[in-house]
């Protein structure tokens, strides 16, 4: 992900890129500087819980400096704005994954059926060059009625009631950032 703070990769400049601003005591408008954009990419990109004084430690710089330019680079709505934009990638790799694996999934069920069927005529050809013709017993034609079924039904999306287990996946739009509706604060 570290690509997505290159500021030439995108034709508007997102919330995490550098920033600019007024400065109020000039009223002069100021570009965030490298080293302070350093550090809001390591705030950025830490993983579980972030913390300033975490970056102040991998930089060698004080808390307090971290945590004037978090404040005075609105670190806090462009890292929301970073985590908002990340979650909506990864929601949309899962998806693509996930529609590859149906896909493949279903080409492998595809080719086991002709692999079966071609079992099944080899089996009957050769019954028929031995001149023995043995014709499926009753529960063997309900059997293979239940499998061609369960099959059909499980391929085109059904639930099947007999399985040992199945995963279900919903995936939801967010439409507020998550640390909203799980309460999540960050330092400052």
Not at 34 to 61: M, T, W
Not at 71 to 76: A, E, G, L, M
Not at 135 to 142: D, N, Q, R, Y
Request: net charge positive; glycine share 4%.
């Amino acid at each position: 992900m570290d690509d997505l703070f290159d500021e030439t990769a995108s034709d508007k400049p997102l919330a995490w890129h550098r920033t600019s601003a007024i400065d109020p005591a000039t009223g002069k408008k100021t570009i965030e500087s490298k080293p302070a954009h350093d550090a809001f990419r390591i705030y950025c990109q830490q993983q579980g819980r972030r913390s300033l004084r975490n970056v102040a430690q991998e930089l060698h710089k004080s808390v307090t400096l971290l945590g004037r330019w978090s404040v005075r680079w609105n670190w806090q709505e462009r890292v929301r704005a970073y985590d908002h934009f990340v979650d909506e990638v990864e929601t949309v790799a899962f998806l693509s994954e996930r529609k590859a694996m149906a896909k493949r999934q279903a080409r492998i069920g595809v080719l086991g059926q002709n692999i079966a069927t071609a079992g099944l005529v080899q089996i009957q050809e050769q019954l028929q060059a031995a001149g023995q013709q043995r014709p499926l017993k009753i529960h063997e034609l309900a059997r293979l009625l239940d499998v061609s079924a369960k099959l059909e039904r499980t391929n085109r999306g059904e639930h099947d009631p007999d399985a040992v287990a199945s995963i279900i996946v919903h995936i939801e739009r967010q439409t507020s950032p998550r640390y909203e509706t799980e309460g999540k604060k960050f330092d400052a």
